[in-house]
Structure formats: structure tokens, C-alpha cells
């Protein structure tokens, strides 16, 4: 896969789809890189319902909507959430990398099987490759399933790391993006954030 050279090195954006049943509309994933830091504790452009909490050690987007709470990794700053994403994240000092979280709701066990299938397709398409699959991994008291890609652009190598998680007919996509070289670092942080998320419904 060869993208521009400056998608991550200004705003152009990496859009890939998450296709949903035909009766539900679902905006694309976005892995946009930073143009400058955003401070802990900014929030803007989140669905209704979402805001930045403050706790003695951290920082927690809450949705009262969906009924869930996302903790900020350490070292990871707050972003503006794209349309139709619930928390975004990015590494402070990295444009390149970022943790992002999406749900689509009412869907059936069935349509479920199809929505996710649908999206990890999209990515092959795209230019992804999978090179891992951790079926049914378990964070905090969540069980889910772990895929991970690769993919190459202008020369650069990148992970996409995606851990999906079905509860309630909701089918939420938690996504980490990150640079190869710092993988390792940033997929300690996304195991983090997952540990530490709960739902209150």
C-alpha cells in the first residue's frame, strides 16, 4: 500500500470505512495525524453525552450514553474525538500514533458477524495485512477479539490493532494506530486503556 508521503506529516487523513448494516449509517474511521499538541483536558466535536472527567490521577471520557467510561493512558494527551467516535487519543509528542474508540448499535448476533467481518475486509482492501489474530482476550472483566495488521507507507512500517468487544447489541471497535518502531511501547499503553474501561449499563 503507498499513500502520500505527507499523511503523516500534515492533515491528510487515512479513512478507512466501517461498513454497517444497511439500515445504519456509520462514519469512517479516521487515523489523522497531529498538526500541535493538544493540552490534557481539551474536548470538542464528541458525540452527546461525552465528557473529560478529572480523577486524582487521570483523566476519564465519559458517555453517559452508552454508559461507559474510557481511561487516558498515561503519557497519551486527549483529542478531538472525529465524527462518530466516542474518545480519541494521541501519543504526546507523536503525531503518528493515536488510540481511538467507535460503537454501532442494534445489531443481532447476526448482523453483528457481518458488521465486523465487513470491516476487517474493508482493511485488507485497503492494504492491511493481518498478521495476528488473539481470539477472545480478556481485559479487566471484557473478553474480545484481537486483530492486528501491518501496513507500509511512504517506506514507514505501522500496526493497527484492533480489539472488538459485542455487549448489548452494541458492537464497539477499540483501534490503536502506531508506528512500528514504538509498537511495543504504545500497544503496553492501549492494553492499559482497555483494563481500565467500564461500562455502567
Not at 31 to 42: K, L, N
Amino acid at each position: 500500500m503507498r499513500l502520500n508521503s505527507t499523511i503523516l506529516l500534515a492533515s491528510t487523513l487515512l479513512a478507512l470505512v466501517l461498513v454497517a448494516p444497511p439500515a445504519a449509517a456509520q462514519a469512517p474511521i479516521v487515523f489523522e495525524p497531529i498538526e500541535e499538541a493538544e493540552q490534557p483536558g481539551t474536548w470538542s466535536g464528541t458525540p452527546t453525552g461525552t465528557q473529560a472527567t478529572q480523577t486524582a490521577d487521570n483523566q476519564v471520557v465519559v458517555n453517559e450514553q452508552y454508559g461507559v467510561r474510557i481511561p487516558r493512558p498515561g503519557g497519551w494527551l486527549l483529542g478531538q474525538a472525529p465524527q462518530g467516535a466516542i474518545a480519541l487519543f494521541r501519543a504526546a509528542g507523536d503525531g503518528q500514533a493515536q488510540i481511538e474508540v467507535r460503537v454501532s448499535r442494534k445489531l443481532g448476533p447476526k448482523q453483528v458477524e457481518h458488521f465486523y467481518s465487513a470491516f476487517h475486509n474493508n482493511l485488507r482492501r485497503t492494504g492491511f495485512t493481518q498478521i495476528a489474530r488473539r481470539p477472545a482476550t480478556v481485559y479487566g472483566e471484557l473478553s474480545g477479539d484481537e486483530i492486528e495488521y501491518q501496513v507500509i507507507s511512504s517506506g514507514r512500517e505501522y500496526h493497527l490493532v484492533v480489539w472488538q468487544h459485542y455487549r448489548n447489541g452494541e458492537a464497539w471497535i477499540f483501534t490503536g494506530f502506531f508506528p512500528t518502531r514504538r509498537r511495543d511501547a504504545y500497544y503496553r499503553s492501549f492494553e492499559r486503556m482497555l483494563s481500565g474501561v467500564q461500562f455502567t449499563n
